[in-house]
């Protein structure tokens, strides 16, 4: 019982987590188009990406949604 509970939380937790990132990305990267974290390794870049994974199915929403 603690544990599904406790899973429950847990994926809870994920989905805001998740969406505060992706509210954070918006807010701040969009405007910027990109951030260097680290020069020359590590840059964080605004993309929308309007499919599924690796833009399967990009512009096909009422077949993803169904």
């Known amino acids: 019982m603690i544990f ?3 899973s429950v939380l847990a994926a809870a937790l994920l ?10 990305a ?4 969009q405007p910027a188009g990109a951030i260097t974290l680290l020069p020359g390794i590590v840059e964080l ?11 399967m199915l990009a512009g096909k929403q009422t ?3 169904g």
């Open 63 to 65: 077949l993803l949604i």
């Open 15 to 24: 989905v805001v987590v998740d969406q505060l990132i992706k509210r954070w």
């Open 26 to 29: 918006v807010l701040v990267l």
């Open 4 to 6: 599904s509970v406790l």
């Open 45 to 55: 870049r605004y993309y929308l990406n309007d499919g599924m994974a690796f833009s």
